[in-house]
């Protein structure tokens, strides 16, 4: 905006490519926020739109290929009513207080209104106002994806600029005041308001000295009104514990790693470089990959979102992932021995967990697999590679039913609450796993957890609906004697209670391993195997992966419904993975070009000047 004032668009093109590397999602709502302010300062926008451009060109190397990537990995948002869109909204959460929006105070509100008795901010003032108000405005900023607010922090800087000319101009209109003031019914704005009257009528009788009151109004209203959105000091020193740390320091931890405690703030958390994790919360995460943990060997869907992959306790997961340690607070973990602590964290240790990359002629046909219904997949695709073609393979799950309690049970709670319930059964060394339905009754999520598992379905109209209406649990413990259940408050009912068991023995499947070798790509080792087979992996499958045997590249597969993998004959190989992100070198061709055209555009005007 600057650039715009001193007429030097040519240096816009810097500022786009720089903002395309620093937030891809922004740039696009910046941009038409950029040509608002041209139009409205020149009322024209022919000028800027050049250096925009070429902007946009020089960061293709990036937004292209990240661009794909997410279009071929479509997120599932909640459903937006087109009509509703119309409906005002005058909550104001993005303007005024809310941590989500632009976080002003009401005088910002009134300086919008006050903006209309000026020429030369008048049609700006209205505009801003009709964004703030009618959610169809935060939908078209937002790529479509969603009517949120958060969007419109970008108008800030036009907010800003109109309160500013109207404190300059020192003019206040009365009517328009009052006006202002019939949006601000809610008990936050409403006492914002009466502190910025008290504002207004220091201000213009020249009280200067009493002015300072004001600094005063962000510290009482956001503090008093957003308490809940600070953090408590027990969950941050969780979340940035020097204890784990230590832990991921001071021991070799060869394969993954996953953080059991905290599993929600924990995703994309690492406390050591070396630290390798299979969590994440990202909007490139792989589509198949969050099928393959939520649908088909049926982690727990513990956020609201279930774009965010969990770690999760589930011995199908940490094995079948190559996740050798695990951090928690306890140690009764199947098949994991505590090899360190620090504190009240404990560090734990598989070394029988499937390698990252292994070779195996144990393999089950695609068709054949899809055939099978929870939970005799899970056992059946963890002792077979799942592959796309025939095999002459065959597998039987080892999966007994235990419980069928076909009744509803209503629950009613007021708050959360825990019960106990007694295992009637044999559980010693046995994987249990616990389904059912959940119907909700009421617009608030719904949590259970069994044993420190928990599951989650989100509120009906929740940004990112997570659909979780069939509630899963796999349960792997050392000793368990008894099923500690946690029931969030709430209206909702559980049917059709099904407890299914299966031996821990049948969870030691034997795979050859490659030999890791020191690298610049993805993976490179050495694997002798006597029989034809597959090489697998657990890296998930995107376009642009590439596999070379002995040096000659292989046709990728998907193996296991999600993962990378090829076909391997018998005998000794060199194994190379590399990964080439689709459309980076014509991304990279571009954003030469541009940058080329953009160094001309730049010098030529300088010159000009």
Not at 25 to 32: A, E, K, N, Q
Not at 296 to 313: A, G, L, M, V, Y
Not at 592 to 597: E, Y
Request: charged content about 20%; glycine content about 6%.
């Amino acid at each position: 905006m600057i650039l715009v004032d001193k007429n030097k668009r040519q240096w816009i093109s810097l500022c786009v490519c720089m903002a395309l590397f620093h937030n891809y999602f922004y740039t696009p709502g910046m941009i038409l926020i950029l040509l608002l302010y041209d139009y409205d300062q020149n009322h024209t926008i022919k000028d800027i739109l050049i250096p925009i451009l070429i902007g946009i060109g020089m960061a293709t190397i990036l937004w292209l290929p990240t661009g794909y990537l997410i279009l071929n990995n479509h997120k599932s948002v909640v459903q937006t009513n087109l009509f509703n869109l119309l409906i005002p909204n005058f909550t104001l959460k993005g303007l005024v207080y809310d941590s989500y929006g632009c976080g002003l105070t009401v005088i910002s509100w009134i300086a919008l209104f006050q903006g209309i008795q000026f020429e030369k901010t008048r049609k700006l003032s209205i505009l801003l106002i009709l964004m703030f108000v009618f959610p169809m405005f935060s939908y078209i900023l937002n790529g479509t994806l969603y009517a949120r607010t958060k969007i419109l922090v970008l108008c800030l800087p036009l907010v800003l600029m109109i309160l500013s000319y109207w404190l300059q101009e020192r003019k206040l209109n009365k009517g328009l005041l009052v006006l202002a003031g019939l949006f601000l019914c809610t008990k936050t704005t409403l006492l914002g308001l009466l502190i910025s009257l008290v504002f207004i009528g220091y201000y213009f009788m020249d009280k200067k000295e009493c002015l300072m009151m004001y600094a005063l109004v962000p510290m009482i209203v956001f503090t008093g009104f957003n308490y809940n959105q600070c953090l408590d000091l027990k969950l941050y020193n969780s979340m940035y514990s020097k204890d784990k740390q230590k832990l991921m320091q001071r021991n070799d931890l060869n394969q993954r790693t996953a953080d059991l405690d905290q599993v929600g703030y924990s995703v994309n958390r690492i406390y050591d470089p070396k630290e390798m994790k299979a969590s994440s919360y990202t909007s490139t995460s792989n589509s198949l990959y969050n099928t393959f943990i939520y649908d088909i060997i049926k982690s727990p869907i513990s956020q609201s979102n279930r774009t965010i992959i969990t770690d999760s306790e589930n011995y199908l997961y940490l094995s079948m992932m190559g996740i050798q340690n695990v951090l928690r607070k306890d140690s009764n973990l199947y098949g994991y021995q505590e090899v360190d602590s620090k504190g009240k964290y404990k560090l734990l240790k598989n070394k029988n967990v499937f390698p990252i990359v292994y070779v195996t002629s144990d393999t089950l046909s695609e068709s054949k697999f899809d055939k099978l219904f929870y939970p005799y997949n899970l056992d059946t695709i963890y002792n077979r590679t799942i592959v796309n073609g025939k095999t002459s393979n065959e597998y039987a799950s080892k999966m007994k039913l235990i419980k069928n309690l076909d009744q509803s049970i209503l629950i009613q709670n007021k708050k959360k609450t825990k019960k106990i319930i007694p295992i009637t059964f044999d559980a010693k060394n046995k994987l249990i796993c616990i389904d059912f339905d959940i119907k909700n009754y009421t617009n608030k999520k719904v949590f259970i957890s069994i044993n420190g598992m928990k599951n989650t379905l989100s509120k009906k109209h929740s940004v990112y609906p997570n659909g979780n209406k069939h509630f899963t649990y796999i349960l792997s413990k050392k000793e368990l004697k008894q099923f500690d259940v946690t029931l969030s408050k709430g209206k909702y009912k559980i049917s059709n209670i099904r407890v299914y068991t299966c031996d821990m023995n049948v969870f030691n499947r034997v795979v050859t391993k490659v030999k890791p070798l020191k690298t610049a790509s993805i993976y490179k080792g050495k694997v002798t195997t006597s029989k034809d087979g597959y090489l697998v992996t657990s890296y998930p499958y995107e376009k642009g992966y590439e596999i070379y045997m002995d040096g000659k590249k292989q046709n990728v597969e998907i193996v296991n419904k999600a993962f990378v993998g090829c076909k391997i004959k018998k005998g000794s190989h060199t194994i190379t993975i590399q990964f080439h992100a689709p459309f980076k070198n014509a991304g990279l061709g571009i954003s030469v070009l541009s940058i080329m055209i953009g160094g001309f555009w730049i010098w030529k005007k300088s010159k000009n000047l």
